[in-house]
């Protein structure tokens, strides 16, 4: 009746439960431990953001050689503060993003101009100066026209056990900037 392998899947089971119940635990006890930090009101400053705008012709843009596209490059500073980790956190993904109207007042575009992947805590702290946007971004229909864009830094913390949490800050400082306008020939 209780042979060895009978014997085996029982005591696999029985710790696969304990180990997943362990997880579980631990899982929450971080999400809390960040909730008390003040990790979900991270406290950061984005200054000098200076937009530059242009005009490009590239393919991988899906412009063709008739009708080019307007482009938009960022430069900012940046700095914050360090209550993303704990002693559950393997990495954490943090990127600078604009929020500006559509074309339509019920649409809302978002694009990264940066973004970094920190792996220890030491590495945290933010202070950039003057830094260039990783990716410049161009809008999917005429150009930004002007608009005004909303700056957030948002966040994604990827544990050691459990699930991913992401995160959305509103920054002080300067809280967003206007697109350059771009003179069309």
Known sequence: MFNIINRVQNSF??????L????????????V???VSGAFSLPATVNDITPKGGLTYSSRIKASSSKPKELCKVAFDLDAGRPLFNWNTKQVFVYL???YPGKRSDISNRVTFWDSIIRTKDDAVLKLENAKGKYPVYDVGQGFEERNATIHLEWNIQPH?????YGDT???GTEGFTFP?????
């Open 13 to 18: 089971g029985y710790f696969t439960t304990v």
């Open 97 to 99: 993003t604009a929020e």
């Open 181 to 185: 306008k771009v003179e069309r020939k």
């Open 161 to 165: 056990v459990g699930m991913l949490v």
């Open 170 to 172: 509103q920054v002080q």
């Open 33 to 35: 431990q960040l909730n």
């Open 20 to 31: 997943s119940i362990f997880a579980a635990v631990v899982s929450l006890v971080s999400i």
